[in-house]
C-alpha cells in the first residue's frame, strides 16, 4: 500500500516549505507529505489520489488564503476524503473564524502560526489527528477498480472478460453514488471521466474509458501478439482440449503456441461447479481448472496468445498458416482445432437490446452476488443450466429453472437433479418457455408461456440466464476443412464417404483419427463431429492427439 497523504496548503511559499520540512523531518516515515499553495491546488491533487484510491489521513490548510480560505478548501476536501483528519492553521486574528469552522464545517483541529517550536506546538496536536485517524483507517483497495453501471453491456463483458482472465477487480457501480459516499467521492472526483462508461482505473492511476480488450490485456500483461512466427503446433481455443493438447505437446518438445479469443478455460471456465472430473471428489470450479492448466501451460514453455482470434487458414506445402484478427499470421507444421462451441441465442421479441443488461447467456458467474435476494431465471435444463441453478441459489432469493420438457430427467445428470430437488430455493416449470422479454435500458419483465395449455403470463424479472444449447462458430475454416452440415469438424473415418477420400486430401493414406480432411490439421473437442460434450473427453482427446502429430511431424520434416 502507498504511504498514506500529508497535504499542506498554504500560499506563502516560505511559510509552506517550512510546515513541509517540519513535516517530513517527523513524518515522513510512515506517511507522504504533500504541499500545494492553493486550495485549488490542493483539490486537483486530492481528486488525482481519489482516483488513485489512495488514502489522505491529513489536511492541514491556512486559514487566510486568496481565492479560497482554508474553511472553504477543508469543506471542499472533506467531500472526496471523508475520513482524512481536517486541521485548520490559523492567525491569532481568526481564532474565532477557527472555532465556528470548528463547529461548522466539521474541522477537526486548528493550530496557530507560528507553530515554533514543533515538538511542543505541532507534532503533538497531529500525533492525536493521526491516531485517531489510524485507529479506523481500513487499508484501500489495491487492484483495479471498474467503473460501470449494472445494466449496461459494455459494463458486463467488461467484469465477464476480467473475471474469466483470472484478473482480480473492484465493481463500482455509479448509479451508487447517491446513497454511497465512497462511490460518490469518486465518482466527483473523477468528473467528466465519470461519463464514459465503462472505466477501468488501474493500481497506477491509468484510466482506461470504454476500453477495447486487447488494450486492456496490454495494460495488464497478457500477451496478444506471437513472439515467433513459426511454430511446431498451433493450437485455436484455449478450452480443456485445447489447454489439454498445450501441455501435453509443449511437455514433449514442441514449440507450442495457442491462440485463445476470451480467456483460457473455454466453456469450462464458465461453469461453477464440475463435479464429474476425475480426481476432484468434491468437485472444482471452471476458473479453478483454468487457472490450473494455463499455470501448468506456461510452465511448460506454451506461448498463449489471449485474447487474439484466429479468422483464416491456409495451406502451403507442409506449413499451415493462421490469419489473426490483429492482420498478423503465424505459421506451423501442425494445427489443432479446438474452438469449442459456442451458446446458441434465444429468438424471442427484446432479446437482443436486453442482452447485457439482464439477459446473459452462459454462466454469468460474475453477475451471482449481483443477484443477491432477487428472483433470478434460468432458461435451459441440461447440467450446465442446473449447475447455474444451485450457484445462483446460494445469493438469490428464488431461482425458477423453466424447461421446456416434462422434467428434467432426459438432459440432466442425476446427481444434479438430486441436488435441485432438495434445494427449497430452486423451482423447476416443466412445459415452458419465455415468449418475449421487456424493458427499454434493463429487464424489467419477462412473458413465459406453458407449452400444454398455451397459458401466457407476465412477470416481474431483473435476471434472465439462458443456457440452451451451443454451436460451433467454424464458418473462417473455407472450404477445405470439411464439416457436417451444423459445422461440426469432420475427423478420421467421418470424411470418408463409401470408402472415398475428400478432395482436399493430398495423400495416399487415409486421415488418421482426429486428422481433418487437411494433412497436418487435427480437431480435437466439443467441436469435432460426433464429440462427446465434456471436460474430461475434451482433456483426453488433446492428450491423445499430440501423439498423432508426432507420427505426423515424423514424416513432414
Ligand atoms: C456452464 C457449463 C457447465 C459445464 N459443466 C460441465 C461439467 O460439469 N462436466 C463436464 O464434463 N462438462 C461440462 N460442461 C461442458 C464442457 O465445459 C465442455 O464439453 C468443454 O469445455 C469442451 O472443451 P473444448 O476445449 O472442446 O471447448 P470449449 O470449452 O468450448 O473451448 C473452446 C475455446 O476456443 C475459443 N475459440 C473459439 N473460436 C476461436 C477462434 N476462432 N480463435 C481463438 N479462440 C477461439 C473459445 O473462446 C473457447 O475458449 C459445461 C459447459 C458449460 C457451458
Same mark, same amino acid.
Given at each position: ?9 498554504? %500560499? ?58 482554508? /474553511? ?37 483541529? !486548528? ?6 517550536? =514543533?515538538?511542543?506546538?505541532?507534532? =503533538? #496536536?497531529? $500525533? ?80 482506461? #474509458? ?5 488494450? *486492456? ?14 511454430? %511446431? ?23 507450442? +503456441? ?62 499451415? !498458416? ?7 499470421? *503465424? ?15 434465444? %429468438?424471442?421479441? &427484446? *432479446? ?23 428472483? +433470478? ?21 428464488? /431461482? ?44 424489467? $419483465? *419477462? ?41 461440426? +469438424? ?39 463431429? &460426433? ?27
Amino acid at each position: 500500500m502507498p504511504k498514506p497523504v500529508l497535504l499542506t496548503v498554504d %500560499d506563502d511559499p516560505e511559510v509552506l516549505r517550512a510546515i513541509e520540512r517540519d513535516l517530513r523531518s517527523h513524518y515522513s516515515d510512515r506517511y507522504r507529505v504533500m504541499r500545494a499553495n492553493s486550495g485549488s491546488a490542493a483539490l486537483t491533487t486530492l481528486r488525482e489520489l481519489k482516483a488513485r484510491n489512495n488514502p489522505v489521513a491529513l489536511l492541514l490548510a491556512y486559514q487566510r488564503m486568496p481565492q479560497m480560505d482554508g /474553511v472553504g478548501f477543508l469543506s471542499e476536501a472533506m467531500e472526496m476524503h471523508p475520513q482524512a483528519k481536517r486541521a485548520l492553521l490559523t492567525a491569532y486574528a481568526d481564532t474565532n473564524a477557527a472555532i465556528d469552522a470548528i463547529n461548522e464545517a466539521r474541522v477537526h483541529y !486548528y493550530l496557530m502560526k507560528p507553530w515554533d517550536p =514543533p515538538e511542543e506546538k505541532l507534532f =503533538p #496536536a497531529l $500525533d492525536d489527528l493521526l491516531h485517531d485517524w489510524n485507529s479506523t483507517f481500513r487499508p484501500p483497495y489495491e487492484g483495479i477498480r471498474v467503473l460501470g453501471t449494472r445494466w449496461a453491456n459494455r459494463s458486463y463483458e467488461l467484469r465477464d472478460f476480467l473475471a474469466r482472465n483470472q484478473v482480480p477487480y473492484q465493481w463500482i457501480d455509479v448509479e451508487l453514488a447517491q446513497s454511497d459516499p465512497e462511490v460518490r467521492a469518486l465518482v466527483n472526483s473523477l468528473g467528466p471521466e465519470a461519463e464514459t462508461l465503462p472505466l477501468i482505473i488501474f493500481p497506477d492511476g491509468a484510466r482506461l #474509458a470504454e476500453p477495447q480488450f486487447p488494450a *486492456i490485456a496490454d495494460k495488464i500483461g497478457l500477451r496478444t501478439h506471437a513472439q515467433t512466427n513459426f511454430y %511446431d503446433l498451433a493450437i485455436v481455443g484455449g478450452g480443456p482440449a485445447g489447454l489439454a493438447a498445450a501441455v501435453y505437446g509443449a511437455s514433449e518438445g514442441l514449440h507450442t +503456441v495457442m491462440i485463445e479469443r476470451e480467456a483460457p478455460g473455454g466453456q469450462a471456465g464458465l461453469s461453477s461447479r464440475i463435479e464429474n472430473y476425475l480426481g476432484f471428489p468434491s468437485g472444482l470450479t471452471g476458473s479453478d481448472l483454468a487457472r490450473r492448466a494455463v499455470a501448468q501451460a506456461k510452465r511448460f514453455g506454451v506461448e498463449i496468445l489471449s485474447p487474439q482470434e484466429a479468422i483464416g487458414v491456409r495451406v502451403d506445402g507442409p506449413y499451415r !498458416y493462421l490469419k489473426l484478427a490483429d492482420g498478423t499470421e *503465424i505459421s506451423c507444421h501442425a494445427l489443432l482445432l479446438a474452438m469449442g462451441v459456442q451458446w446458441r441465442t434465444l %429468438d424471442v421479441p &427484446g *432479446i437482443d437490446r436486453l442482452q447485457g443488461a439482464g439477459v446473459y447467456y452462459g454462466g454469468g458467474t460474475s453477475e451471482a452476488m449481483a443477484c443477491r435476494g432477487e428472483t +433470478v431465471y434460468i432458461i435451459g435444463g441440461a447440467n450446465s443450466a442446473g449447475q447455474a441453478a444451485m450457484h445462483f441459489s446460494k445469493f438469490a432469493g428464488k /431461482v425458477v429453472m423453466l424447461v421446456r420438457g416434462e422434467s428434467l430427467a432426459a438432459t440432466m445428470s442425476h446427481y444434479l437433479i438430486e441436488q435441485i430437488a432438495k434445494t427449497p430455493t430452486i423451482e423447476v416449470w416443466p412445459k415452458t418457455h419465455v415468449v418475449e422479454v421487456h424493458g427499454d435500458t434493463r429487464l424489467t $419483465d *419477462i412473458s413465459i408461456e406453458r407449452l400444454d395449455t398455451r397459458e401466457k403470463r407476465k412477470l416481474p424479472a431483473s435476471s434472465l440466464f439462458i443456457f440452451i444449447g451451443a454451436q460451433p462458430r467454424t464458418e473462417w475454416l473455407g472450404e477445405t476443412i470439411c464439416r457436417d452440415d451444423r459445422g461440426f +469438424v469432420l475427423s478420421g473415418p467421418d470424411l470418408l464417404l463409401n470408402g472415398r477420400k475428400p478432395l482436399s486430401w493430398t495423400l495416399d493414406r487415409d486421415p488418421g483419427l482426429l486428422e481433418t480432411s487437411v494433412p497436418g490439421i487435427f480437431v480435437v473437442g466439443d467441436v469435432r463431429h &460426433g464429440s462427446v460434450k465434456r471436460v474430461a473427453s475434451g482433456v483426453g482427446e488433446g492428450a491423445v492427439v499430440v501423439q498423432f502429430i508426432h507420427q505426423y511431424l515424423a514424416k513432414v520434416q
